[in-house]
């Protein structure tokens, strides 16, 4: 009995499609730093979400901040979410 390899060589063709454009993704990507103050101004965000207008500046700051604990199964483990967002918009008339 003959092997069919048309169905074979076109997953082959499609996963190897895949890793080659991973491939690429991956050797783009830059390795990044931690800046540490960054890190603390994050640690001291309160949870919720704000957002402020400066009265002396066109811009408009937002910050939000989850914390949550999510337990997976009868075992009692899980896994801490800590999630923080700073964001600045400046829009400017030109």
Known sequence: ??????????????????????????????????AQPVEDAMDTLPEGLCITR???????????RIRRTIRL??????????AAFLARIKLRWV
């Open 73 to 82: 199964g009868q075992d009692g483990r899980g896994v801490e979410l800590d």
């Open 54 to 64: 400066p009265r002396d500046r066109d811009q408009l700051n937002s910050t939000a």
């Open 1 to 34: 009995m003959a092997l069919p390899l048309a169905p074979i060589a076109v997953v082959a063709v499609k996963y190897g499609a895949l890793a080659l454009a991973g491939y690429a993704l991956a050797r783009q990507v830059r390795p990044g730093h931690i």
